[in-house]
């Protein structure tokens, strides 16, 4: 099973861009999407979830108020509409399917995450 991301890119700081993330083999609405990422020598965080069936949100405190999840179900897909970008967020971005989005001592945990896609590079410099 693979999750397909995309919409990374090259953006000044302050710029903004959209993330998605889709999948051809299974209906992204019945899942737990969650959005990851790893920085060069840096372990893999997690960055916000959206959750099955109520579609509450998660987001790490780095990003809250920049970045915001959401699903369009029409085209099966989960993005990530991030905004006022800092060079701190430069990394690969992944998205990951699971039930549930696990939050461990108010972190997005990545470990129990069934399903990822490749990553996308998002790179914020000027």
């Known amino acids: 099973v693979q999750l397909q991301a995309s919409g990374g890119g090259l953006v000044q700081p302050g710029g903004s861009l959209r993330l998605s993330c889709t999948t051809s083999?299974?209906?992204?609405?019945?899942?737990?999407i969650g959005w990851f990422r790893q920085a060069p020598g840096k372990e893999r965080e997690g960055v916000s979830c959206i959750s099955r069936g109520d579609d509450i949100t998660y987001y790490a405190d780095s990003v809250k108020g920049r970045f915001t999840i959401s699903r369009d179900t029409a085209k099966n897909t989960v993005n990530l509409q991030m905004n006022s970008l800092k060079p701190e967020d430069t990394a690969v971005y992944y998205c990951?399917?699971?039930?549930?989005?696990?939050?461990?001592?108010?972190?997005?945990?990545?470990?129990?995450?069934?399903?990822w896609g490749k990553g996308t590079l998002v790179t914020v410099s000027s």
């Open positions: 083999e299974f209906t992204l609405a019945y899942y737990a």
């Open positions: 990951a399917a699971d039930f549930s989005c696990t939050v461990i001592a108010g972190l997005l945990d990545y470990h129990g995450m069934d399903y």
